[in-house]
């Protein structure tokens, strides 16, 4: 058979999820420069919906199952015989984890696993539904991807083949900010000259209770881009910072770049990722970074960023005026920045997931 008729069914139930998150950018984003590649010939799974506009733009043919998310979930981990999905199909991206049964070889992309080794940070519903995802994933999966090798890692002392697992690490679209979009945003959102930059989605694990804290103690304004999660307020959360935080959320790819361009410094201090995709967002933008030692953020940072201890509220606050004081070492880490962003691509991702295919098909 030739490659280019080889045929692989990708989940993107994500892109509907309350709050996509970096499953979902990474999800389309390897999409498009598979598209581009042209080695297989790609097709959607998604749950029923109304609204279909999550998928517009997508590239591929989607194809919608007759249950709503949580029932076709629930089937998806009960059933274990093959069920029609998509046609004829080759191959299965699950490309949020979740693995429909099929009888076709999968390939499962594991973003991170902190719902194992920190089940309490995760929502109600989340603590009973990812562990069992997570040993459907280990019975199906012909192989495992995965952004980090802290996640590969990870994923192994769970029970995961070693052989089975292959680090994929995500891109970013390097596309600077323009002067007239920066302008733009600090008018029209009315940002504040110098300000600390946090972009996320609000829940447990991304330690913003300590950050806040952080920047209190240096006394500088604070934009928050991003919704609430769970298991946290985001009001509550932000209170004690008063007029001194900006919070934001929806904003445009456009709007985004030119906040990150914006700001002063970039601080993401995460307790766990499995890729960190915020922080070379920030680099492409020329706005320094501080993360999170030991995590799977240094390790895509790549000596690009200062390096802090995520529970240490004091070390994240010295770190901050370290960065608001010292311009040589602002401009040492820009540069660094700028350099890590080169290698980091979309492309390259595509590759990576072209080879896995190639090798799970016998290619």
């Excluded at 004829?88 to 194992?116: E, G, K, N, Y």
């Excluded at 829940?203 to 919704?227: C, M, Q, S, T």
């Amino acid at each position: 058979m030739d490659l280019p008729n080889r045929r692989v069914a990708i989940t993107v139930e994500q892109l509907w999820h309350r709050v996509p998150g970096g499953t979902a950018v990474s999800t389309r984003r390897t999409l498009a420069a598979l598209l581009e590649r042209g080695d297989h010939k790609y097709v959607g799974i998604a749950a029923r919906h109304r609204d279909r506009s999550p998928a517009q733009n997508l590239g591929i043919e989607v194809h919608y199952q007759w249950m709503p998310r949580a029932a076709m979930y629930e089937s998806w981990l009960r059933l274990g015989r093959p069920e029609p999905i998509a046609g004829s199909i080759d191959l299965i991206w699950a490309a949020a984890m979740v693995v429909p049964p099929a009888s076709s070889p999968v390939l499962a992309t594991v973003h991170d696993v902190d719902f194992l080794e920190s089940p309490e940070r995760l929502s109600r519903r989340g603590k009973v539904f990812f562990p069992r995802a997570w040993q459907v994933t280990l019975e199906r999966a012909s192989a495992m991807a995965v952004p980090s090798e802290v996640v590969r890692q990870a994923c192994i002392s769970h029970g995961m083949d070693r052989d089975r697992v292959v680090v994929v690490p995500w891109g970013v679209v390097n596309r600077p900010a323009t002067p007239a979009e920066i302008a733009s945003v600090r008018e029209r959102f009315r940002l504040p000259e110098r300000f600390i930059l946090w972009v996320g989605t609000i829940e447990p694990r991304k330690n913003l209770v300590r950050l806040v804290e952080a920047v209190r103690r240096v006394g500088i304004d604070f934009v928050v881009v991003g919704p609430d999660g769970w298991n946290l307020d985001g009001a509550d959360l932000l209170g004690p910072l008063k007029e001194r935080v900006t919070r934001m959320s929806g904003l445009s790819t456009t709007d985004l770049r030119a906040v990150y361009a914006a700001a002063s410094v970039f601080v993401f201090p995460s307790l766990a990722e499995g890729f960190g995709l915020p922080i070379l967002e920030a680099m492409v933008q020329a706005t320094p970074v501080i993360t999170s030692r030991g995590t799977a953020t240094e390790e895509v940072a790549d000596g690009a960023a200062e390096l802090v201890e995520p529970t240490n509220v004091t070390e994240i606050s010295q770190a901050i005026s370290r960065l608001l004081e010292d311009p040589g070492r602002v401009e040492n880490l820009i540069e660094l920045g700028l350099d890590r962003v080169l290698d980091a691509t979309w492309a390259e991702t595509a590759f990576g997931y072209s080879e896995l295919f190639d090798r799970i098909l016998g290619g």
